[in-house]
């Protein structure tokens, strides 16, 4: 026969077990959406490490880079997040010409459409630097892009497909 005095250390772990639980599903639940740049100024084509946190983790979650005061459905370099993810980098190439420009998210873009999740400025300035290799995987793309790296974004009616 088993005695009060072995169930309460039992249901005290298992309650506590539930409160971690609990509290592990809140952080990623409630987890605000957040882009950031490592940098807030950058040299024509250097390397940005875009970080992003509160992504909900679906397959159609993005990150573009567009001229700043641009329209909401204005795509210009753009990469997934990969599939699961909630936080993390992805690493984008400075666009060449400059000015002042936006890293926008898309969460759950298939059910949300153009609604920025997150945004964040920077700025590209006149100097010149190395042009390193992005490790931007352009085969991921499939909305129409502009014709090379230099061209300027495009209005499009739809997303990322």
Request: charged share 25%; proline share 9%; glycine share 6%.
């Amino acid at each position: 026969m088993i005695t009060k005095k072995y169930l309460k250390p039992s249901r005290d772990l298992l309650v506590s077990l539930f409160m971690i639980t609990i509290l592990l599903w809140a952080e990623i639940l409630l987890a605000e959406p957040r882009v950031s740049t490592d940098k807030d100024v950058y040299a024509p084509n250097e390397k940005i490490k875009v970080h992003f946190s509160g992504a909900p983790g679906s397959n159609r979650d993005w990150i573009t880079i567009v001229p700043d005061k641009t329209k909401d459905n204005t795509v210009g370099d753009y990469d997934y997040i990969p599939y699961g993810q909630s936080k993390g980098a992805l690493t984008f190439k400075a666009p060449s010409s400059p000015g002042e420009y936006e890293v926008r998210a898309y969460y759950n873009y298939r059910q949300k459409g153009y609604v920025v999740s997150a945004r964040h400025d920077f700025v590209v300035g006149s100097g010149s630097s190395p042009k390193p290799v992005s490790k931007h995987s352009k085969k991921k793309k499939s909305s129409p892009q502009p014709s090379s790296p230099t061209a300027s974004p495009q209005t499009l009616e739809f997303g990322p497909r």
